[in-house]
C-alpha cells in the first residue's frame, strides 16, 4: 500500500472508538422497533477497501479501477471478526434484526473488468470463514496474518439470513454455483444484489435500462432467496418517479423477496430523492398510482415490505428447516399481502360459503330426523345410547324412578334404511 494512502487509512483509526458507535445503534434497532421495521446489518467497508471509491470510507482515486488492499489474510481476518460482533448483534436484538450481510459492492460490477476485478476466490474463502464464525458455537479455527487464530462463534441462529451480495453478472456466473454446505453448518444463505442504470429520458426508457437486470433477478429468484438491496429512481424531470419508483418494487417483489430504495441516489444531486414527494405509502401498499397529466392508474402486482415477506416465509417453513426451497418460496408468496379489492372478493366468498355450509347442514339435520321418525313403531318411545336402550333408575325429586320403558324391540335391517 502506497504511503499516502497508508496514512488516510490510519486517519480513519482516530475516529470516534466502535463503543461510542454503539449507542447510535442501538438507536436504529429501538425506532425499527417502534415503527415495526426489521434491520439488515450490513458491512459496508472491509479493511483495506474492497473498492477503491468512497462505499469503503476512504476513497483512493480513480474509482473502480484503482487498487483495493483488503485482498490480504490478515485484512480477511480482520473482516471475520467485525462479521463476528454484527452477527453477536443480530442474535442480541431477536426478531428486530433481519441478518447480516457480509460485504457490500465488492469491485466490480462485471466479469469482464479483468484485473480491476476483486478475486471472487478470495472472497470464497472470506465469506466461508465468516459464515463459520458468525454460525459458530464455540472456538473457530480461522487464518490471519500468517497464523491461526481460534475466534469465539457468534451463535447467530440458522434461520436469520447470512446476506452474500454481489452485481448480478457475478451472482450469476459464479456465486449461483457455489455450495457453502449443508443448512446445519451455514444456515439460511440470502443473495442481495444493487440495480443502477444512469439517466433516462422517459419512463420506458429508464425501464428498458433495467430490463437485462430484471430479467437476471428474475432467473436467480427461481432457485435463489434474492432481494433488491439498492436501487434509484434515475432519470430526468419528464419521468413520473412514483411511476418508476412503484415499478421497481413490483419487480423486486414479484421476482424475489423485495428492496431497498438508496436515498441519497437522486436523479439530479446527491440526496435528490427528498424533493421528489414519492407517494412511499401507496408505493409500497399497491394503491393506485396517479400518472400526472393524464388520470391514468397504475396497480402494483404485489406489495409488501421487502422484510416482511422474508419474516414469513421463515415463520411459514419453519425457519427454513427441512423445506426444499421451492415450498418455502411457495409459502412466501402464499404470506404475501394482497390488493384490498381481492381481500374483500376473498371474504365476500367465505362468507357466502359459511351461510351454505350452514343450509345443507340443516337439510341434512331434518332429513335425517325425519328418517328417524319413520324408522320408529307408532305409540312407542326410546332412549338410545350407542346404539341400544338405556333401562335403569335415576333419582328425581320424589325418589327412585323406573326407567326400564318399553320392552325392546329389534327392528330388521331393512326397515333402517
Known amino acids: 500500500m502506497p504511503a499516502a494512502t497508508a496514512q488516510r487509512w490510519a486517519a480513519l483509526q482516530t475516529m470516534l472508538p466502535a463503543a461510542e458507535y454503539a449507542p447510535f445503534i442501538e438507536r436504529v434497532f429501538a425506532f425499527a422497533v417502534k415503527h415495526r421495521l426489521r434491520v439488515l446489518l450490513d458491512l459496508h467497508s472491509a479493511p483495506g477497501g474492497q473498492t477503491g471509491n468512497q462505499n469503503t470510507g476512504c476513497s483512493t482515486g480513480g474509482g473502480d479501477t484503482v487498487a483495493r488492499y483488503f485482498t490480504t489474510e490478515q ?16 442474535k442480541r436484538h431477536g426478531p428486530a434484526c433481519y441478518g447480516v450481510q457480509l460485504l ?7 466479469p469482464h473488468m479483468g484485473a480491476a476485478n476483486l478475486d471472487r476466490r478470495f472472497l470464497h474463502k472470506f465469506y466461508s470463514d465468516a459464515i463459520a464464525v458468525a454460525r459458530g458455537e464455540g472456538a473457530v479455527r480461522v487464518q490471519g496474518g500468517g497464523d491461526w487464530w481460534l475466534v469465539e462463534g457468534a451463535a447467530l441462529e440458522r434461520h436469520v439470513p447470512i ?6 453478472a457475478w451472482l450469476e456466473r459464479y456465486w449461483d454455483s457455489v455450495d ?9 444463505i440470502v443473495f442481495e444484489t444493487h440495480i443502477y442504470t444512469g439517466t433516462a429520458n422517459s419512463q420506458q426508457e429508464a425501464r428498458d435500462a433495467a430490463a437485462r437486470d430484471i430479467e437476471s433477478y428474475k432467473t436467480l429468484g427461481t432457485r435463489r432467496r434474492i432481494f433488491l438491496g439498492e436501487w434509484s429512481v434515475t432519470g430526468n424531470r419528464h419521468v413520473d418517479y412514483n411511476q418508476l419508483a412503484s415499478w421497481y418494487v413490483s419487480q423486486a417483489n414479484q421476482f424475489g423477496e423485495g428492496s431497498f430504495i438508496w436515498n441519497f441516489d437522486g436523479p439530479w444531486a446527491w440526496g435528490a430523492v427528498v424533493p421528489l414527494n414519492l407517494e412511499w405509502p401507496k408505493i409500497f401498499e399497491g394503491g393506485p398510482m396517479h400518472r400526472k397529466g393524464s388520470g391514468a392508474k397504475a396497480r402494483m402486482l404485489y406489495a409488501h415490505s421487502s422484510l416482511h415477506n422474508g419474516n414469513s416465509l421463515d415463520a411459514l417453513a419453519g425457519a427454513g428447516s427441512d423445506f426444499p426451497y421451492g415450498y418455502r418460496r411457495l409459502l412466501g408468496s402464499l404470506a404475501s399481502p394482497v390488493p384490498r379489492q381481492v381481500l374483500f372478493f376473498l371474504y365476500v366468498l ?6 351454505a355450509l350452514l343450509c345443507v347442514l340443516g ?5 335425517l330426523a325425519r328418517l328417524e ?17 338405556f333401562q335403569g333408575q335415576a333419582k328425581g325429586p320424589l325418589g327412585p324412578k323406573s326407567l326400564a320403558g318399553p320392552p325392546r324391540v329389534d327392528f330388521p335391517a331393512a326397515s333402517l334404511s
Open 75 to 90: 485484512h480477511s481476518y480482520l473482516a471475520v471478526l467485525a462479521v463476528k460482533e454484527l452477527a453477536a448483534l443480530c
Open 104 to 110: 457490500n459492492e465488492p469491485c466490480c460490477p462485471h
Open 163 to 168: 446476506v452474500i451480495m454481489d452485481w448480478l
Open 180 to 188: 457453502f454446505g449443508a443448512y446445519n453448518q451455514t444456515g439460511e
Open 350 to 355: 367465505a362468507f357466502c360459503l359459511c351461510i
Open 363 to 367: 337439510f341434512v339435520w331434518r332429513l
Open 373 to 389: 321418525a319413520s324408522s320408529s313403531p307408532e305409540g312407542t318411545c326410546s332412549s338410545t345410547v350407542s346404539g341400544s336402550y
